[in-house]
């Protein structure tokens, strides 16, 4: 699969923008992402990988059935068998975890029940974890699971968002009073007015999102390791994890276990890819721990590829009604959505599951000048695979219900979609503005990037093409989808609503004896480039190249306290930071050269690993002798003078809830009309996500978004029999974009960087996925145009377009 660009691969953007650090070589260019050749070389030390003193192995009985009471466990052969060293159930767990309940102040009148590592006496979900066989190896406690006996009693399943809050369905949790764990409402008035004018044109449909799932390289997996000290209070707990936000671990494990953050260690090192499916509380996960502190001992968990369809969260159930009105003359007068999702029998620990639903409403409409809008959530528990956030987090929803409307509307006018676009976006010029959600909006670039989308597919000439091809038989379609996606969240996110996730991140960064400078931060990589790009801010920051810097990460006892890798925040936060620390270690550095010079300080500079005449550039003293003199040899320096060559700084965003970003993708399709079969044939972005700081990494960044993107919109969706149970929980069964499904796709870049930092980044990680889906479906109803016939279900299946053709 090809990847061209429209500039060359190793481009530089730097040059773009004012230059942020006084030589500026690595900021905006394009290089290699850091740990790639060790990656490569098979060095990477992923959880499988680690193997400790005494370690076990767990692994868990999961409910078969979507519902039922537990009746009977009879775990005696399954004790008896050699090397099984524990069976545990739920009530024994409970005792050493407490339960959780997963809600948020700020999302009002959210509700849950309490939950358990292991199901005390009901399972809700096929999937759900009832009982934990420890033994000495893994194809042991296997070989036990097949000799526990459970017997239980089915209860009726939830199933059908559009039935759950019916009278006659029974309640998941009878405590709760109803099946309802969210609801929100929005109206900013006049949208009843809006729809009734004499000049409006109202377009409506309904529009179904099947749930998907994330497939990581790496399933979910970890070692907890506890070493008991007489006292509880002097032990120790090592959590070794594949996960996103290992400060947020390390807080939960306190929590549940009634531990001090002094006796709590998460790791996480080489993490095999994310998405969102890592940044959650399982509670497979509270049990590994718990089993740990039970015995004494390490226990390793890893997921297999079947269980982790059942036990990984899924995203994206919902079912939205909506509704555009524009005037005659093309501008948009409001928009109207009513939004039911499904998540499952529990709000997911301890981000919720209603933030998804909540951020469709946040979003819909969101690059349009519109002033009506009108929104209705409800977010029911079901009898499936608990729901929460994937890459995007309702991002790919609220653009593809909001292109979708506009493309319709647009063809009701007779208007081009790009131009009627072009007529309705928040001009560029007119930020900071307000969406008609609510939402704040610094700097956004819809016209910019609709220009320049314009050019870089060359859109003419494919309305001249499908013109063309039209008139012999074949049926190609051009999509478009302009979107928003909030990144840099504050601490309005989840502070405000009690989650103790944190909104700033930390670096630090330390001169080594021999000049290289060693980088700490506490966001994480896990397959993003973070690691890179701090390496070149760091370098361009202090005043070194970047063989001279080296990076850490995912070490609760080493690095700064932070958030962590999550909303697409790895730049725009962890990099301020590590904008920060570089600037205040170059003056510190600055200091000490001039004790060591006897030179004024104004007159000095670091630059290229050596401090250098300001004035003629001539080298004075390279770094690593500066090193050499600051640690070794103090007794040189002035009495009344410390080096301080180790700076510590965080940064968390203030100025607004999030700091959007924008962009503008199109997607060209062809439709097989005979078979419903669709041919990707090429995708174009335009994404501006403030400063680019590695134009290579951004790019990779967005295309792998947009094939998830591109796997929701055609291909993945799990699919539940009538009685509850996952039918396709297998990677034959379930469908996800191979390279041979993709198309090219071209990225290019307008850069309005943030003015809530120096450095100018926004978020680029899910900006991908939340227009593909967008883009495409537009791009096949293009294709369907001639025949009056349109897909409005994802994933849209060949089965789907032939039933909208009429031809099944």
Known sequence: MNHPTEKPAHRD???????????????????????????????????????????????????????????????????????????????????????????????AGIKSAPQYP???????????????????????????????????????AVLDTETALDAATPLIHPELGDNLCFQRQLDTGGVDEAFSREDAVVFEETYVFGRHTGVTLEPRCQIADWQPGRTLAEGRLTVYHSFQAPHMMQDLYCRQFELSEGQVRVICRDVGGSFG??????????????????????????????????????????????????????EILAFEID????????????????????????????????????????????????????????????????????????AKLGLDPIEFRQKNVIPDDAYPATGASGIKLEVLSHEACLREARRVCDYDA?????????????????????????????????????????????????????????????????GQGAEAIFAQIAADAVGVSLDRVRISTGDTDTTPYGGGTWASRGAGIGGEAVLQAGRVLRENILAVAEAILKRERAGLRVYRNAIVDGASGETLLDLAELGRIAYFRSDTLPKDFTPELMVTRHYAQRDYPFIFTNGVQVSHVEVDVDTGFVKLLKHWAVEDCGRVINPMLVDEQMRGAIVQGIGGVLFEECLYDTD??????????????????????????????????????????????AGAPGAVMNAINDALAPFGARVSSQPITPEKILRALGKI
């Open 462 to 526: 494919l309305r001249a093409e499908q013109a063309e091809l039209r008139q012999q038989g074949v049926y190609r379609g051009i999509g478009v989808a302009a979107l928003i996606e909030l990144t840099n969240p504050s601490a309005a996110f989840y502070g405000v609503g009690g989650a103790r996730i944190a909104s700033q991140d930390g670096a630090t960064i330390r001169l080594e004896p021999t000049g290289v400078i060693t980088v700490s931060s506490s966001v994480g990589e896990q």
């Open 277 to 330: 499916i890592k940044v959650h509380a399982y509670p497979d996960d509270f049990a590994t721990v718990a089993l740990s502190l039970m015995l004494g001992r390490p226990i390793k968990f890893v997921a297999d590829r079947l269980e982790s369809f059942v036990s990984d969260i899924h995203a994206r159930e919902h079912r939205i009604h909506a509704r555009i009105a524009a005037s005659k003359a093309g």
């Open 724 to 769: 509850g149970t996952l039918r396709n929980a297998n990677m034959a069964d379930y469908l996800v974009p191979m390279a041979g499904e993709m198309p090219d796709i071209v990225v290019s870049h307008v850069q309005s960087p943030t003015r809530s930092s120096m450095l100018g980044a926004k978020g680029a990680g899910e900006a991908g996925t």
């Open 118 to 156: 292991l199901a005390i006496d009901r399972a809700t979900w096929q999937g759900e974890p009832v009982v934990a066989i420890v033994a000495e190896t893994r194809a042991r406690a296997e070989d036990a699971l097949a000799l526990l006996e459970v017997a239980w009693e089915d209860l009726p």
């Open 13 to 107: 953007l730097g040059g773009e923008l004012p230059a942020i650090t006084e030589d500026q070589r690595h900021i905006g260019v394009a290089h290699p992402r850091e740990g790639v050749r060790r990656l490569t070389q098979g060095r990477g030390q992923y959880i499988d990988d680690i193997d400790l003193p005494r370690l076990a192995h767990v692994v868990f009985w999961r409910s078969p059935v979507a519902h039922m009471r537990i009746t009977r466990i009879d775990r005696t052969a399954a004790a008896a068998l050699p090397g099984v060293i524990a069976v545990v159930t739920g009530p024994e767990i409970a005792q050493v975890c407490k339960p959780w309940v997963a809600t948020l102040m700020h999302l």
């Open 339 to 410: 939004d039911l999702t499904g998540i499952g029998p529990f709000s997911m620990f301890p981000r919720t599951s209603g933030i998804e639903g909540n951020q469709v409403v946040n979003l819909t409409g969101g690059p349009y000048k519109h002033k009506h809008y009108r929104a209705k959530l409800k977010v029911v528990f079901q009898n499936k695979v608990p729901t929460c956030q994937y890459r995007g987090v309702g991002h790919p929803i609220a653009c593809a219900v909001t292109e979708a409307l506009v493309d319709g509307v647009a």
